[in-house]
């Protein structure tokens, strides 16, 4: 099985700075795409940035210019700055792996981290 573990979250304020890392573990025989998806109270989980092995990147339009996203072999970082109230949300991990040469990438999740902006 693959294991991804997110840290860094927290409480900041706004206009601060914060940032977050996935480390993936487990069975990977390669990592394909890895990404950070965030989800706030009574909402859809949605898209925040998404990093692929070549390194092309892809932001939610609400956090352009704000955030950055890059990866280190089975690390995945979202840079986080002028961090506003709306950002408030759980924060997901997520990446396409496979475990071996035979098949192709499964999705894997997870926990998430809690990121709360406010004064």
């Known amino acids: 099985q693959v294991q991804l573990v997110e840290s860094g979250g927290g409480l900041v304020q706004p206009g601060g700075s914060l940032r977050i890392s996935c480390a993936a573990s487990?069975?990977?025989?390669?990592?394909?795409?890895m990404g950070w998806y965030r989800q706030a109270p009574g909402k859809q989980r949605e898209l925040v940035a998404r990093i692929t092995s070549g390194g092309m990147t892809n932001y939610a339009d609400s956090v352009k210019g704000r955030f950055t996203i890059s990866r280190d072999n089975a690390m995945v970082y979202l840079q986080m700055n002028s961090l506003k109230p709306e950002d408030t949300a759980v924060y997901y991990c997520?990446?396409?792996?496979?475990?071996?040469?035979?098949?192709?990438?499964?999705?894997?999740w997870g926990q998430g981290t809690q990121v709360t902006v406010s004064s």
């Open positions: 997520n990446a396409d792996v496979s475990s071996n040469s035979m098949n192709g990438p499964s999705g894997f």
């Open positions: 487990g069975r990977i025989f390669r990592i394909y795409a």
